[in-house]
């Protein structure tokens, strides 16, 4: 098996020289472990690890978390830490006695529930890091960094992946997960069904206690082929047969697991006419693919749904582009009662950049015509623009709007 070197191993090493405590959170087998392992040859005194996926280490940890910080001493790499939610305190009185740069690197698979604890009792102590699946550029070796619409950024961008349908529909399909992309794994079937019944299904008991599996499954296929749209309540629990309490529940943890998650609407004082629903997304396209059926990648591309999945695969690539380089993403869409919809708008220093996604090789002007919402708003400046689109080259619609091939976000 072959690694593949991820964005933000870099920022992980320059925090731990900062802060004593670095919380890495993101969903199961993303290669959290493997990189803070790979990380830990490049230090210079040797790292103890220890992982509370061990019933005995777990027991332990949360019965006698002072005992357990004493057979496991700093520098330490804890994975799985929100089984022992008690070890924060312990660990927050050993970091106020040293207070040494680096000495826990701690994992976990649950980000909000988890990072709620962290700031009840490692507040200033603790940076907080998120990791996802791959993204395409880190499967391609290339040193990208947060997208953004920059024509000189944009031109000295190698293209991560091919411009056509059938390859990026092929890298849809496949998922983003590092045991399929690096080979370990060559049945992207197997490894789904695995995935869901070994690790989903063994975290989400643990944080619902009580849980019909069957149930689950079919809500979570009913998410998976609503993906990309505004969250509807009503209509996913039609779907699955369960009620809307039900369904808040389940999202959030699926949003807590970091399988899915929301972009929210921009509003303003004077954008008052905006639609409040989020739109719902997953990080990983395979995990959407292997749900709702779609038996290959041609299949994918041809069917119902692509339009979606396109869209789904831009917003978790740039997504991922911000997390992975320790920069906490300002994304927004934009609806309004008028149906005027903008698909991204990215928020930086006052500049409101807007994004529009389709699945087509050959963009017109007229998709970019809800760009204009934005030129009346006094409170940001416009940006320049861009159709994301499967164009077999960067260029543009005009002077304000550029068109990128996804091969580059």
Partial sequence: ???????????????????????????????KTTMLKKLMQKEKRPRNYVTLDDLNERSLAVR?????????????????????????????????????????????SQLFKLMRGVQESLAGRVALLNLFSLSQSEIA???AEPFTVSLPRLQNLPPTVPFTAPTIFERIWQGSMPALCSREVHS????????????????IQGLL?????????RFMTAVAARTGQLLNYKGLADDADINQATVKSWLNVLETLGIIFYLHPYANNTLKR??????????????????????????????????ALFENYVVSEIMKSYWHHAVTPYIY??????????DL??????????????????PEKRMTSAFTVLDSQKQFKRGTGAIICLHDKLSAIDEQTLIVPVGLI
């Avoid at 997953?282 to 290959?296: A, H, I, N, P, Q």
């Fill in 141 to 143: 070796g290339s040193l």
């Fill in 345 to 362: 708008l990215l928020e930086e220093d006052g500049v409101l950049t807007p994004v529009e996604i389709k699945k087509t090789m050959h």
């Fill in 274 to 307: 905006t639609i409040k629903a989020p739109k719902l997304y997953f990080y990983d396209l395979g995990l959407v693919c292997y749900l709702t059926r779609w038996s290959t990648p041609e299949v994918a591309l041809s069917g119902a749904m692509s339009g």
């Fill in 1 to 31: 098996m072959s690694y593949i070197k991820r964005h933000l191993e870099t920022h992980v090493l320059a925090l731990s020289r900062e802060y004593p405590v670095l919380l890495l959170t993101g969903p199961r087998q993303v290669g």
């Fill in 209 to 217: 206690h009580s849980l019909d599996a069957l149930k689950f499954m």
């Fill in 188 to 203: 992207r079937d197997i490894y789904y069904a695995s995935y869901l019944n070994t690790y989903l299904e063994r975290d």
């Fill in 64 to 108: 006698d978390p002072a005992m357990f910080l004493q057979i496991h001493q700093p520098p330490v790499l804890i994975d799985e830490v929100q089984y022992a939610p008690e070890l924060f305190t312990y660990i927050k009185i050993l970091v106020d006695k040293k207070r040494c740069p680096g000495d826990f690197w701690l994992t976990g």
């Fill in 333 to 342: 869409y934009y609806r309004d009662r008028d149906t005027k919809e903008i």
